[in-house]
């Protein structure tokens, strides 16, 4: 089969992947440039001449037909694939569905993800609030396809479609240097749909491997002034007599400061509640979070509770139960230092429940959690966490997702 056209570009870039990954779907032969010097070959005047912005990827077909900007290569090579092509829309809406989502990715969320990676990879300076800024964006608009995507398997239909391929390559920098562990939690539909698309045998054949971030990147500490070090004098070493006498003759042992709450008396825990929550937060909950629980946790020190909510005949929409959760939290704020947990929206709009599990330190239910106003709205049972059952719905309680929990996640909350 003659290639469609030729892809000009370096072949590692998530934009020149876009056209690559629509070929491997379709079947279709796409050449390529592996040669490809970036700063060097798009500089050059012949380039210039037939793609005057000089960027890289850029299509040139069998006909002579030349085009620039990835998602509008890969949409052309798309459409390659006759007028039915499976990727693109079977209606005029589908298509305008596409197209949104397109320039969704690109207009509003490349160029944020652009303002958070670049600085960090040394394409443009590091202004921090620039960074914060663009950021925010970032996450703002991953939030906004995290809900999109919240009932969806695919952006358009019930099929792949150019969007996702486009969309997906769009977010493999993210998700390999910055969309650690938590994030991936906070943006869950989001990262399902990322695994999804990124794990089909015709993008893997493209792109094999997307490791996901462990840790963010962060920017290149700025080289530390020579002569500012220089002009620091040795500190001279006191002799130690003479250290003692700096404290004051009249300054009595201070008392031991008193304890906040009845459960600051127990005996140390042998686990830290805060070493558990930075892991939790750092790790995928399964199996690399509830492993790390499970080997750590102190029974002693610890209890594990079921939570329900009391009155879930009476919730309607997932977004006001998930609410309701937020504000039970807010009020358990004096709780964090000693409890952990994961309240779940089980169920759809009209129909749902609260449930979820928590471990609090000691074997009651802390007044720092009786206390909260809305404690009385939820029925707490205390649990063995040792028993499978239990520990299979703590697992997927704290997982959001899995078999033991008793019907599907729709929302939920974590308390840490
Ligand atoms: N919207 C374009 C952007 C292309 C683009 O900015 N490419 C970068 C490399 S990833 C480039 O060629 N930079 C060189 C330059 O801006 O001069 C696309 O999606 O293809």
């Known amino acids: 089969m003659a290639p469609v056209g030729t892809l000009v570009g370096p ?3 998530a934009r020149n992947y876009k056209a690559r990954v629509v ?3 379709l079947g279709l032969d796409l050449a390529t440039t592996p040669e490809f010097q ?22 040139e077909g069998a006909d002579g037909f030349r085009l620039t900007d990835s998602s509008a290569i890969a949409y052309y090579v798309a459409s390659k694939a006759g007028a039915d092509s499976p990727l693109l829309g079977q209606t005029a809406e589908e298509t305008a569905e596409i197209l949104q989502f397109i320039l969704a990715a690109e207009a509003d969320f490349s160029p944020a993800m652009g303002g958070v990676l670049y600085p960090l990879l040394g394409f443009m300076p590091f202004v921090k609030p620039a960074h914060q800024a663009a950021e925010e964006q970032m996450f703002r608009f991953l939030g906004v396809f995290n809900t999109i995507l919240q009932d969806k398997t695919f952006l358009v239909g019930e099929r792949i479609t150019v969007a996702d391929v ?6 493999i920098m993210p998700y390999k240097l910055y969309l650690t562990a938590a994030d991936r939690k906070q943006y869950r539909n989001l990262t399902r749909y990322f695994k999804t698309i990124i794990s089909q045998p015709a993008f893997k054949a493209v792109v094999p491997d997307v490791e996901l971030c462990k840790e963010r990147i962060k920017p290149a500490a700025p080289a530390k002034k020579e002569k500012a070090k220089k002009a620091e004098k040795p500190k001279a070493e006191k002799p130690k007599a003479e250290k003692k006498a700096e404290k004051p003759a009249e300054e009595a042992p201070k008392p031991a400061p008193k304890p906040k709450s009845k459960l600051d008396l127990l005996p140390p825990p042998k686990m830290v509640l805060d070493d558990w929550k930075r892991f939790y937060s750092n790790n995928d909950t399964k199996p690399d979070a509830m492993n790390w629980l499970w080997e750590h946790y102190d029974e002693e020190g610890y209890s594990f509770w079921k939570v329900d909510y009391k009155y879930n005949d009476e919730l309607t929409q997932i977004f006001m139960s998930n609410n ?9 704020e004096r709780a964090r230092k000693y409890a952990f947990g994961n309240l779940l929206v089980l169920g759809e709009n009209g129909n749902n429940q609260i449930w979820g599990y928590f471990m609090v330190r000691g074997q009651e239910v802390p007044e720092e959690v009786t206390d909260a106003a809305d404690y009385e709205s939820y029925t707490w049972t205390k649990v063995d966490h040792k028993d499978p059952k239990t520990k299979a719905e703590i697992e997927d309680c704290f997982a959001w997702e899995g078999p033991a929990l008793p019907r599907e996640c729709a929302d939920g909350k974590t308390f840490k």
């Open 324 to 332: 309701l959760v937020g504000g039970f939290f807010n009020r358990l």
């Open 38 to 59: 970036m700063g060097v070959d798009n500089k050059t005047p012949e380039y210039l001449a037939k793609y005057p912005a000089g960027k890289v990827p850029a299509f």
């Open 166 to 171: 486009v969309v997906a390559c769009d977010l």
């Open 23 to 25: 070929a491997s779907f």
């Open 11 to 13: 072949t590692v870039n």
